[in-house]
């Protein structure tokens, strides 16, 4: 049986290319918010990072009525990186809109979250969207993105689907590119007529696919999904099973159950089959479990995550400067936390090493596990961290594998040649080179993931911030060789202490410091950038001797050159692999594993 009065349809695209800002006008159309009332942009990204760096992080739910109809709503990531949301969610729906930039086309993204779709047999609306840019060229697009649709081995039925043009950002939505600029209604009309009805037996017994978890302090995990079958009601009692696990089966009853409007989540006492709904007060609930009825468990298939590919770990801060900044120091705070992060996020992977101070901790990409170390430290979390490093595999023959990812860059022509250099220098294969529009040649590489480690930064200096770079895993293949890392060396403080303005100006001479008067470092702490290869010990909380003629106003003639500000990213990209970052609320301070110069000289001969 079909249930006519809902759709459930997830919006899918590559990062920027305007999914949230999309969702915000379907929530405004529809009347969400009064006609007085001031929304800030982008009103799904409700995390601090996705308001801040622009993405999206999480998948988010809403609903929304047009006419009779509710319109259940995923807002997905666009990041490879947090893929595994996306990949996840699309068990929920019925369909999916694709939304691709009339001006970039199809990106890496598009076509990762756009095979995923397709293999769950979803149809899909493509809406070209950003149609008022200067640059725009919706025709080409869309004959770009029927070209990827055919290269996914698209069914007939998939290929035949609608087209439509929006911008976003102005509000409008519109069958054919001639017609007038004027409101949502088109979007919300192609969706009622193309995405079809959730279908199930409203009668048989209950079944739920836990798609996603989200966790509150107050009431703990909440499991948010899609009811394939019967209905589902408070305090009712149900079974827990799962497809990847066939040994589970646990009582359980629902606490509460909620349903979307809008921004909100509203309490209701039943669901009906085909409802997007939440329910609470299951603890050790997880992605892919199926909640049933005690009568009949039976689980629904739920695909496996993809794996992770890079790895770091996660200690206890050790620094002489330990303990001073931070509200959560020792191991059990953040071992609880790491744990905890288990609870939301299904592509991370935390495991406990030989050391209980030490915790290795895997995810999807560097920005996956930045995003972790920032909202940590925004939270109190003082600890250190290493130098990312692949997850590498051995098939069969023993052959070592490495995580291979495929890389599109678009850069002005002028910057072709050194991003070629370098990433070619990094084990990258070049295999595509083409033109695009407004002076840009667009790059393909297939490079390692160790490669592109610590490449992002110096990309955006060598094109001088006209370089877009998108990446995304491609496969495991044998390993590719040695590589290093880093060309530059370390300026390392000789003591402890406060710096003072007379030693870094003796030490800015060997290189870019990272360090300002009046800060406080420690031997062993790396304190600026050597050009050339090697490590330097400088002491930079040297004072000038004192004598009888000296005057009080000598040291004003000092003239400092401005220290480097780093951002987290910039400083994980920096570490070498016998290096850790140590981060604390208010500071990121990158030093050697080992402080001690004369033990760090033997570890390094031994190494040789």
């Not at 759709?7 to 695209?13: L, S």
């Not at 950038?529 to 000038?544: F, G, L, M, R, S």
Request: a negative charge; charged letters at 30%; glycine letters at 8%.
């Amino acid at each position: 049986m079909k249930r006519e009065d809902v759709r459930n349809v997830a919006i899918i695209a590559h990062v920027d290319h305007g999914k949230t800002t999309l969702v915000d006008e379907l929530l405004k159309s529809s009347g969400v918010f009064r006609a007085n009332q001031e929304v800030v942009e982008r009103v799904m990204d409700s995390n601090d990072i996705e308001r801040e760096r622009g993405i999206t992080i999480l998948s988010k739910n809403t609903a929304v009525f047009y006419k009779n109809t509710r319109i259940n709503i995923i807002d997905t990531p666009g990041h490879a990186d947090f893929g595994g949301e996306v990949e996840r969610v699309l068990k929920m729906v019925n369909g999916v809109i694709l939304v691709v930039d009339a001006y970039e086309g199809p990106m890496p993204q598009t076509k990762f979250v756009l095979k995923k779709a397709l293999e769950l047999d979803l149809p899909a609306i493509v809406c070209i969207n950003k149609i008022d840019r200067p640059e725009a060229r919706p025709e080409e697009v869309i004959d770009e993105v029927l070209e990827l649709f055919m290269d996914l081995d698209a069914s007939d039925e998939q290929l035949d689907c609608p087209f439509l043009f929006a911008s976003a950002r102005a509000g409008f939505a519109k069958k054919q590119l001639e017609d007038p600029e004027e409101d949502m209604r088109p979007l919300f009309e192609t969706i009622v007529d193309y995405i079809p009805a959730p279908e199930g037996d409203p009668k048989a017994d209950t079944q739920m696919l836990i798609s996603t978890i989200d966790y509150n302090e107050y009431v703990g995990r909440i499991g948010i999904g899609k009811i394939d079958n019967g209905t589902i009601r408070v305090n009712q009692e149900c079974v827990i099973v799962n497809h990847h696990d066939p040994d589970k089966l646990r009582k359980v009853k629902i606490g509460k159950l909620y349903q979307f409007d809008g921004l909100n989540r509203v309490e209701v006492a039943e669901a009906q089959m085909g409802d997007i709904v939440a329910v609470s007060g299951i603890t050790d609930l997880h992605i892919g479990d199926t909640l049933c009825s005690p009568e009949h468990p039976e689980s629904i298939p739920f695909q496996k995550i993809s794996e992770p590919t890079i790895a770091m770990n996660f200690m206890v801060n050790d620094s002489p400067l330990a303990g001073q900044e931070g509200k959560y120091v020792t191991s059990r705070h953040i071992r609880e936390r790491l744990f905890r992060e288990l609870n939301t996020d299904v592509s991370l992977r935390v495991e406990e090493t030989d050391s209980p101070d030490c915790f290795k901790v895997s995810g999807r990409g560097e920005l996956h596990l930045s995003v972790l170390i920032e909202n940590m430290r925004r939270e109190g979390y003082e600890f250190a961290v290493s130098k990312a490093e692949v997850l590498y595999k051995y098939n069969e023959r023993n052959q070592k594998l490495e995580p291979m990812e495929l890389a599109y860059i678009d850069v002005p022509e002028e910057f072709t040649g050194s991003v070629i250099q370098k990433l070619t220098s990094r084990k990258g294969e070049l295999q595509g080179m083409s033109p695009v529009s407004g002076g840009y040649t667009r790059l393909e590489f297939a490079i390692p993931s160790r490669g592109l480690i610590g490449y992002r930064g110096e990309f955006l200096t060598d094109t001088k911030g006209n370089g877009i770079m998108n990446t995304i895993f491609d496969e495991y293949a044998p390993y590719k060789g040695d590589l290093n890392y880093r060309k530059t060396g370390s300026l390392i403080a000789y003591e402890s202490g406060e710096t003072i303005t007379y030693g870094l100006f003796n030490a800015q001479e060997r290189g870019l410091l990272f360090v300002g008067p009046g800060e406080k470092v420690y031997g062993g702490m790396v304190i600026g950038q050597n050009p050339k290869a090697e490590d330097i010990e400088v002491n930079v909380c040297k004072t000038k001797k004192l004598t009888n003629t000296r005057s009080s106003s000598a040291d004003e003639a000092l003239k400092l050159v401005p220290k480097k500000e780093m951002s987290l990213e910039q400083c994980l990209e920096f570490i070498d692999t016998d290096e850790l970052l140590e981060v604390t609320p208010a500071n990121l301070r990158i030093r050697k594993k080992i402080l001690d110069p004369t033990l760090r000289k033997r570890a390094s001969f031994k190494k040789q």
